[in-house]
């Protein structure tokens, strides 16, 4: 039953404040208990006050699923292009007109594709080659996609995945 519907008038607790605090030492206040704009993508919903000499420590993990879908994006997108590739050059071979395959850019451009994702990376941390991370090239040039093999790159150092992909500021990733 609502408090209007038993008569009772209750009194809060706590009367409502601005909510303020820091996240990685950046400071946030809100208007309300939801707190969005702090973490990317991300939105903190805070419950109860925690006196200033007891931080609360919150531990957010990715989700494994969508890294998952985004290398498979990338995988499938290479794939493509390679495919595109052979068929122009199987097609200037049977001596179609049409074709770019001749085109030394474009002869050029599957070696130099494959070349940027298979280079080694000094990006600090564990892995330095997208072969230690479950993605690696067929013998007809494709690239595959371990998830077992990815998932195991990242129970063991998963930001290294992710600058071996981002890059470190300093140095590009493979992505």
């Not at 973490?39 to 699923?65: H, M, Q, Y």
């Not at 992710?162 to 590009?172: A, E």
Request: proline fraction near 3%; charge should be negative; aromatic fraction near 6%.
């Amino acid at each position: 039953a609502s408090c209007l519907e038993t008569g009772l008038k209750r009194a809060n607790a706590q009367e409502a404040s601005n909510t303020v605090g820091t996240v990685n030492g950046i400071a946030f206040s809100s208007a309300s208990n939801s707190i969005s704009g702090v973490i990317p993508e991300g939105l903190l919903t805070l419950f109860k006050e925690a006196p200033v000499s007891n931080p609360i420590s919150v531990t957010i993990t990715g989700d494994r699923n969508s890294v998952k879908e985004l290398v498979r994006k990338v995988r499938a997108a290479y794939n493509e292009v390679v495919s595109f590739i052979d068929d122009q050059q199987q097609a200037s071979a049977e001596k179609n007109a049409s074709s770019i395959g001749r085109d030394p850019l474009v002869r050029n451009l599957r070696s130099q594709l494959a070349q940027v994702l298979n280079t080694e990376r000094s990006v600090g941390g564990t892995f330095t080659a997208i072969s230690q991370v479950g993605l690696g090239f067929s013998r007809t040039g494709q690239l595959e996609f371990n998830e077992a093999e990815f998932d195991s790159a990242l129970d063991r150092d998963s930001a290294s995945v992710v600058r071996l992909f981002q890059g470190d500021g300093v140095s590009p990733g493979a992505f």
